[in-house]
Every structure is written in C-alpha cells, then in structure tokens.
C-alpha cells in the first residue's frame, strides 16, 4: 500500500437529465442489496495488494480466452442496461505496426488507430492486464442483470481503432461505456485516475450531450476504484483529484453514450506495478469497476422512479 495520504472524498458530479431509453426492472431498493451483498461488493479485507517485488519477476502468464461464460441474466438490479467495457490495446499490435499507425478522424483531428499500448519493466503488458480486469468486471457485471458487451475479448489481430472501439458502444446504445488502461508516467509517480470527455463540436464529434452523464459516471467510478483497490488518486494528475477531462481522444470524443476512461495506476513505477502485476489486487480493480458502474446506472433509475 502506497504511504500516499487517504484519498479524500471526490465531488459530485454536475446532475444530469433522464435518460429515455430504457427503465431499470426492478425498484430502487435494490441499490443496497446490490452495493453490499450482490456479489460485488468490495468484500476484500486488509490493504496492500503487491509491494513492487513482483515487477523484478517474470512476467505473468498469458491471459488464456476462457469458455463462453453464456448470456447475461435475465433478472437481477441491471437487468435491462448495457454496458460497454474496452480493454485498452491488444497484446498483437505491435505486430501490425502499419495498421495501427494509420491515422482516422477523431472529430477535431487526426489519431493513430491504436497504439501498442505501456508495460512494466518486467514486461508485462497493459493490453494483458487491460482484458484480465475487463473480464472479471464483465462476470461481475453479468452477475447483476447487466448485459455487458466487449470492443474485443483477445480475438482481434490488432486494435481495434479508436473510432472503432467508440462506434461499438454507440451502436450498442450502451447506458454506460468504460475504457480500462493503464498508464506509462515516469517512476515516483503513482495512482489512478478518470478521464472524462470534454465539450466537443467538431466534424463527426459531438459530445455535447455526454458531458454531463459522463462526468456523473466519471465521479462515481473514481470513489468506487479508490475504495475497492485501496489506492489513491494520481499524484500527477490535475492535482491529485483523480479527476481529468480531455478532448484529444478519440474513443471519447466520438461517444455518444456516456464514457470514461479508467487509468488504473503507473505501470512505470515499480510499486504501482506490484500491484497491477497481481491478480488479487485486479480482482479488487474489477469490484471497483462493476460497484461505480452499477451506482450510476442506479442512480439513473431512482430518478426515473
């Protein structure tokens, strides 16, 4: 566990109007009951998850594709809502340098299609660790009703693309899309952080209307990681709130669901990486993830109540 002070409480964000597309089929009640005996409750005691000395070791195994888990609950509190979750990278991309280098519309520029993606200096990559905690989440999720949706699950030969990946949560009317990654800051510099889209008119970008959810999801998936993992904000990072809005990605700025993307810690910093590196501790990221996303789409039902 980082010595860093106790992550103090993150602000609300701004109230956002009802969404219309769908109601959530079961009453508000079920919020507690999923929050705290609903399967993905933090339930993890003690703190810590890794000290930095498994960074000097190899590398973890290769994630391994599992059986087909089969289709998301009929019934349960999320029952009715989609979720889109985006493993940052792919493992192959650095095989396909070409194809991920070419550059596609962002709205208000030009991107590559994806990029390989930071590793710890032992080697473990963040594509690897981006579908490990995807997956968990996804079971998590799955597990509450939700029907949850990949932008790829490791059987792509490279990406996909940043529109691509925005495109897919798009089309599935996601009520709430969270890209994972982690990130490649210098050593020393440590924690995770939320980055939200930013009020983008340009050209086939228009995020004028997710601003707002995304930054209610934004708030809530930031309290809930800190929680879960027991780790704090970045400390390099729009000053330690874990809290960021840009308007260069692509993967935001061509949402038109609400989206966020969740940097998970500094795989650059060997304490960061023990942690990252430890599949206890993305047991714990996943629980964060499935229990912030879970407490914006219910709140999104008590006002629809």
Request: aromatic letters at 4%; proline letters at 8%.
């Amino acid at each position: 566990m980082s010595n860093s002070p106790t992550p103090q409480p993150f602000p609300s964000g701004p109230s956002r109007p009802p969404r219309s597309r769908r109601l959530l089929t079961v009453a508000a009640v079920a919020v507690p009951v999923l929050l705290l005996a609903g399967g993905i409750g933090y339930g993890v005691a003690g703190r810590g998850g890794g000290t930095g000395a498994d960074d000097a070791k190899a590398a973890p195994a290769p994630v391994r594709t599992p059986a087909s888990p089969g289709p998301s609950p009929s019934t349960g509190p999320l029952s009715g809502k989609v979720v889109v979750l985006d493993p940052g990278h792919n493992t192959k991309n650095r095989l396909h340098t070409a194809d991920i280098n070419r550059q596609v519309d962002v709205g208000n520029g030009r991107k590559e299609c994806d990029t390989t993606g930071t590793e710890t200096n032992a080697g473990y990559p963040e594509a690897e660790f981006t579908l490990d905690v995807v997956r968990r989440a996804r079971k998590l999720l799955r597990a509450q009703g939700a029907e949850v949706r990949l932008t790829h699950d490791g059987d792509r030969e490279f990406g996909p693309c940043v529109d691509e990946r925005a495109e897919i949560g798009n089309e599935a009317e996601a009520d709430a899309a969270v890209s994972v990654h982690a990130d490649g800051a210098p050593a020393g510099a440590r924690g995770f952080h939320v980055i939200m889209p930013g009020a983008v008119h340009a050209g086939k970008a228009d995020t004028r209307a997710i601003t707002a959810p995304s930054h209610d999801l934004g708030t809530r998936l930031a309290a809930s990681f800190a929680k879960a993992t027991d780790t704090s904000p970045a400390t390099y990072i729009n000053g330690g709130t874990g809290l960021d809005t840009r308007s260069d990605l692509g993967g935001l700025n061509l949402s038109r669901v609400p989206k966020v993307f969740l940097e998970c810690g500094n795989m650059r910093d060997a304490r960061d990486a023990g942690l990252l590196t430890s599949a206890k501790w993305r047991e714990r990221a996943a629980r964060g993830i499935a229990v912030g996303v879970a407490a914006y789409l219910t709140e999104d039902a008590g006002e629809k109540s």
